[in-house]
């Protein structure tokens, strides 16, 4: 009752447009908030501390899963992936002769088989690249992604928690994969509140979830990442297992093998020039 009171309080004086920082940092006075600060912080410092809170980019390589109502029939993606915080990144998967190309060849390799695709995001525009050339990404996916990208567990211990408009809610206890956790809300003068649950033994985060309204058909969904398998990497614990659920069944699944920070990677590596439509039909030769 106290959490949902303080949310009420907040939505009220954001209406009423009174200044967006007074309500937040009078929440943040609350122990409520002390506790969630806490908890929050120790998770930074779990995760490596100012190495996580300084790292300009990360590669992954993996496999990756696409799940339908939580099952699947691949065999598992192989993919690179290369971020570029904090709002750039590049997903590759590229064949070369029924082999898959290794990390650091990927990039100047340009795009001929009708299986590779590369998905580039730089900012709030999004590409798509195939073999038939560079076309913007389709817009609900695009605005999917950027959803998820604004409520990612960086953007929250990046970005969120240093927002003085930002309240902060301890939440308690919470079990997640039958680990208990402690789970923190953070709630924006927009009232978009993202909630991460940070394992109570490690302090590692092991879950961020939120919600947000279909436009169209104005249903309430859920979607949140849940991290597992942490291994340290270059001075930063960096899960190996992601998991991501829609609604409560499990949507994506992706294992990394192999992942490095702090690489020299060319602004090129995000860049990109639409050339193709894929609403126009093709042209007859």
């Given at each position: 009752?106290?959490?949902?009171?303080?949310?009420?309080?907040l939505s009220a004086?954001?209406?009423?447009?009174?200044g967006a920082s007074a309500p937040a940092a009078n929440l943040n006075d609350l122990d409520s908030a002390h506790k969630a600060r806490a908890v929050l912080d120790q998770a930074i410092q779990s995760l490596g501390g100012q190495a996580y809170l300084t790292y300009e980019n990360k590669s992954e390589t993996g496999r990756f899963y696409?799940?339908?109502?939580?099952?699947t029939n691949s065999l598992g993606i192989p993919y690179n992936y290369y971020i570029k915080y904090p709002d750039k990144d590049r997903l590759e998967v590229i064949h070369m002769r029924n082999v898959f190309l290794l990390y650091w060849q990927v990039g100047n390799v340009p795009v001929k088989d009708k299986s590779d695709i590369v998905l580039i995001h730089n900012g709030t525009k999004g590409y798509e690249i195939t073999y038939k050339g560079t076309a913007p990404q389709d817009p609900i996916d695009l605005a999917g992604y950027l959803r998820r990208h604004q409520h990612s567990l960086d953007a929250v211990l990046r970005k969120w928690i240093n927002d003085p408009t930002v309240a902060l809610f301890y939440d308690g206890l919470a079990i997640v994969d039958g680990k208990?956790?402690?789970?923190?809300?953070l709630l924006n003068s927009l009232n978009d509140s993202v909630t991460v649950n940070m394992d109570q033994n490690t302090h590692l985060p092991m879950k961020t979830s939120f919600t947000w309204r279909d436009p169209d058909d104005k249903q309430k969904n859920i979607e949140d990442e849940v991290y597992d398998n942490y291994r340290l990497v270059q001075g930063i614990m960096t899960p190996h297992s992601v998991t991501r659920n829609f609604n409560g069944e499990m949507s994506h699944q992706r294992f990394i093998n192999v992942a490095k920070y702090n690489l020299p990677l060319p602004d090129t590596l995000f860049e990109a020039t639409v050339n193709y439509d894929p609403k126009q039909p093709p042209k007859k030769r």
């Open positions: 009752m106290p959490r949902f009171f303080a949310i009420l309080m004086v954001a209406v009423a447009q009174v696409p799940l339908y109502h939580g099952r208990a956790t402690d789970q923190v809300t």
